[in-house]
């Protein structure tokens, strides 16, 4: 018993140091890819699923010269002090992209970015919207950003007061991964948010009766707190045909498109979907 106690404890150094390794190196390929900008947005439409119209996209961040998913290195990046500068070319290559849809002549439609809780630290990162909004010359309403109630735990009151600038700019503010979070009726209540975005996990578990109504019932609860609701991670059309029977009116999901490179956005821009 005590030779096996003895090789688990090899086994969990040896774990443990092939964690930190791990986390040293994409530490170092996100300092490597800051200094270089070896990033670039992906772009995932949202559907309104009455028109089959696109009415916007979510901005999904990837590694140009690796495959290690967002999910992996932003958190590292948060960890390390990392995710400020990460947030920033988000922010910019987002509303250069708008920019660019404008310049081609097509009708903007808002693109949503992912914001981390983190990111407050950025104490300028207000001012650095507005600049570039400016500078670009684009309508405060074409920009989305998405936060979770992670975002609260922190500091209620700097949240809040974020939330409050940016809407007071005329940015949108949408809150992700509802229901993932425990306490959200009470975020809900707190948040002056517009949008609302539905886990994927919501659609994933609850596609049996309790399921139908839980959703039904989230819809509902947004549109009494006046919200737009976004369903996320539609994959199938029964899925598809089951939220319209609900009354749920934009989708995002690989059921219309997965995350595209803007220049295949460009081709499906004006696009309905059946
Ligand atoms: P999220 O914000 O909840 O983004 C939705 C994720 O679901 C994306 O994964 C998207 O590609 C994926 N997805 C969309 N539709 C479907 C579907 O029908 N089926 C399935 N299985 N998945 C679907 P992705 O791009 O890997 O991003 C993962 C997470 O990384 C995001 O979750 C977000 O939390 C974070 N992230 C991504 N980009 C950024 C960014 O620019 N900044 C920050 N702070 N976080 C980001
Ligand atoms: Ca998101
Ligand atoms: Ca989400
Ligand atoms: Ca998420």
Redesign the pocket.
Known sequence: AKKSGKNQSTYFTEILENSIIKKNNIQEILRYSIKNKRFR??Y?PQVDVLTGEIIGF?????LKDHSI???EF?TI??EKGL?GK??RF?IEEAIRQLSKWKEKGLDLKPIA????AK?LNDKAIIKYIEELLKRYDIPPQYLDI?I?ESILLDDDCEAINFINRLKGMGVKVSL??FGTGYSSLKYLSKFPVDKM?L??SFIDQYLNESGKKIIKQLILLAEAFDLDVVV????TIEQVRLLQKLKCKII????FS??LEAKEISEIYTKKFD
């Not at 996320?232 to 994959?235: C, K, S």
């Not at 995002?252 to 059921?255: D, F, I, S």
Request: charged letters at 30%; zero cysteines; aromatic letters at 8%.
């Open positions: 947005l992906l995932q979510e901005a999904l961040i990837r998913s967002p999910n932003i990046a948060e995710i990460i947030g988000v970015i992912n914001f981390s990111q998405e979770t992700d991964d975005k886990d994927k996320e991670g539609v994959e995002q999901g690989y059921y997965k995350p």
